[in-house]
Each structure stands twice: as structure tokens, then as C-alpha cells.
């Protein structure tokens, strides 16, 4: 199972990575009587995968109808309700499907420093149009200096399922709370309706294993994860509760959390759709024009406009592709070959074409303010004991990003994450030090 965590950043197949713990699948029924326990199924996926495929047409008069009839089961809540907005369809449509605006008590965003994020500058749009107060919830220094204490709360909260670059995660719902105690998101949209997936392997740097566990991580990679099954299933039904489970997990430690893109309506008719519909945003964007064409007339952070079929759509999606893998570049996929680009990314901060759809900078703390702790923690021969690393690329790994030499990102996550779950949940690895006075004043 820590294996398939240095594979794909989770486990699966219903593993954890602690001894003679495992997951519930989905569907699982326990019949716990005296001197007994019987294990069994109360529903099997297969149910669903068997119902007849509908044609387009048809597919978008049941969503629209399935839709619009179970969003008001998200908002019923004795407590106020928040929607987290971003620029994206998913909360696009819960915003103009509202039948009674004045059920939500407040919008908000996640964002960084700057404010020219897209998702902010979207989502307020988005909330004027219905009336909405919305609140942009920034990333601050005070995040960057107590960081320590929000990796430790994040592996705590989630078991060990997010890990140190998911930091953030309580950090804002934590501000959320204070707006509402219910989160209202559109997570899981994309997987379930248009069959986007995240669901891939790390790619961990070569050397930093060990001899052992390398050979292991490496037949991990080689193997299916699972086996072939509908897209829907496999959203659903594995990467949902096992690559995603984890900023879950840790979202809902501060805030109560909600999505109706896993209601079982919508999840069972999802099953249903062509596979024209699976592989384009029409459904999701026709299902807004026609609830509220005001929304519909307010392009998504990457571009996509209803009814947009002309050069405009071209250039903007091109833009739209280009800053954001600009973005993931610099915020954390730089590849090594392109370390000596570094300064050219610092002129285009410049021109406000970076920080459009990325905002946590890791890559980037990793190596300046969050430095100091990264290589106290990594470097320590504590760390270097335990059975994962091969202890001289740990020093190595440091260095070369520290100075820019490569991006070592996955890696410094994995090396955090693990040594914070044997800390902390397991008590064989003394706590780490606090950042220096002198990082935080820099």
C-alpha cells in the first residue's frame, strides 16, 4: 500500500497504508449480531452499468430535470450554507439552478496574493448575477510561517490521504467556516459527467528509493489499477474514494461538506449518457443557458462560452491552454531541462500572464521561505531510517532544488507526507523543528 502511495500519490484497491486496516468498498453492508458477523453487498455498480443508453436529446431532458430537482436537497440545512465558486461549469451550474438565491448565505473563493486569479474574478461575476454576497479567501504569510503545524493538522485530519502540498486545504475551509459551516462545492463534476481524471502516476524521482521499495513502486506502476471498467465506475467508484478522498477529508474536518455531483440520481443517469456527451461540456453548458442566460454569457476560466462556436472560441481556449501550462510550470511542474527558463518565468509575473489558474506557489516555498524546515525535515538521519529512501539522494534532492537545479516537488511531498504519518500516526519519528525566526522575517 505505501507502494501505491510513492506510485500514485493514494492507495487503492480498498488498501490503506497502515497494517490490518483496510477500506469499506463501496456498497458494503455488516450484519453484527451476537457470535456473528456477516459481511455482504447492498448495491453493486453493475446495477447501473446495466440500464439503457439514452440519446443526446434525451440524455439533456433527464439532466436538466434530475438536476434541478436535487440541488434543493444540498441547500436544506438548519445551518447557513456557503458555495465555494470558482470560474468552472461545475459550480456554474449549481449557481444557475438556484431556485431561491436567498437560501445561500455567502459565495467565496479560494486565491492567492495577487488578485487577478481568474476563478475570483469569475466567481464574483457569477455571484452579482444572482445576488450573492461573495469574499475572496487569500493565501497569507501566515500560512507559509506556521506550515509545520498545517502539514501535521492535514495528515492527522486525513488519515494520511492528502499530504504536505495539500497543506492548504484546511487552512481555508477553516475561513470558511466562519462564513458558513456548510460548504456547498462542485467537486466531483468533471470526473462523474465528462470523465476528466487526475487518477495517474507520480513519477517520483529515480534514485530516491530505495533499492526494495523501487522495485515494488515500479511493478505498481506497470500494473492496472484496476480493471476495465465504465468511465462512471471508475469515477465514482475508485477514484473518487481513493485519489480524492483525501482534500475531502480534510475540507470536512472545519466545514460540513457537500456536492450533488454524488448524489445517486444524478451519479445513476450519469451511467446513461452517450459517449458524445462523457467527452464535451455541451450537456453542462446547455443546462445553464437555460436557466439562466445571464450566466451563460460569462466565459469559464478556460474559455468555454455557450454557443461559441467562432474564432473568438479558438483564441480564447488557445490562451486559456497556454497560461495554464505556463501556471503548472512554474507553480509545480517545472522538468529539470527547463531550470535554466527559471528568470523568464519571473519576467512574465510581470506581465500578469502567471497566477491566472494557479495560486500555491509550493514549488517556488520550497525552495526560498519553506526551505529551512523542508531540509531540516528531510535531511534529519530520522528520516533517512526509515524504510522508503535511499538516504544520499535525500541531501542531493535538497540541494538541487534549493538552487534551482530541478524540481523536486513530488518527491519533497512524499518524503514530508510519510515522515509526518510515522510521526504522528504511527509515534516512531520525533516531532521536526519550527521554521526559524529568521525564514519567517524573510
Known sequence: AVAQF??????????????????????????????TVRRSRYFEPSV?????????????????????????????????????LT??????????????????????????EQDWLLDERIAARVAAVRGIPHRVLRIRPDFVNAYPSWVDKTIEASGGTLGATGAHEIYFNEQARHLAPVRLTGNFGSEVLRS???????????GLLSD?????????????TAPAVHPVTFAAFREVPWGLFGSLAAGRSQVTFRTPYLDNDLVALAYRAPAASRQSTDSSLRLVSGSSPALAAIPTDRGVLHGDYGAGRLGRRLFSEVTFKLDYLDKEGL????????????????????????YL??????????APYMRDVVTDPRTARLPYWNGEALEAMVS???????NHVRDINAVLTLEAVHRLLLGSVPAPPLIPEAANAR
Open 6 to 35: 510513492l506510485a500514485f500519490g493514494c492507495t487503492h484497491d480498498w488498501r490503506t497504508m497502515f497494517h490490518g486496516v483496510e477500506l469499506t468498498g463501496a456498497g458494503t453492508l455488516w450484519a453484527i449480531e451476537p457470535g
Open 400 to 406: 538541487n532544488h534549493v538552487r534551482g537545479r530541478r
Open 196 to 206: 476528466m481524471s487526475t487518477f495517474k502516476p507520480v513519477g517520483l524521482s529515480s
Open 212 to 224: 526494495g521499495v523501487a522495485e515494488t513502486v515500479r511493478k505498481q506502476t506497470a500494473r492496472p
Open 361 to 370: 506557489p509550493y514549488r517556488r516555498w520550497f525552495r526560498e521561505e519553506l
Open 48 to 84: 447501473w452499468e446495466a440500464q439503457a443508453p439514452l440519446s443526446e436529446q434525451e440524455f439533456d431532458g433527464a439532466f436538466q430535470e434530475t438536476f434541478r430537482r436535487i440541488l434543493p436537497r444540498y441547500l436544506s440545512s438548519g445551518a447557513a450554507v456557503g458555495i465555494s
Open 335 to 358: 522538468p529539470g531541462w527547463l531550470a535554466p527558463a527559471e528568470p523568464l518565468f519571473g519576467l512574465l509575473s510581470k506581465t500578469r500572464l502567471l497566477g491566472l489558474h494557479k
Open 87 to 112: 470560474g468552472g461549469l461545475d459550480t456554474r451550474m449549481i449557481m444557475a439552478c438556484l431556485s431561491d438565491p436567498s437560501r445561500v448565505a455567502a459565495s467565496y473563493t479560494f486565491s492567492g
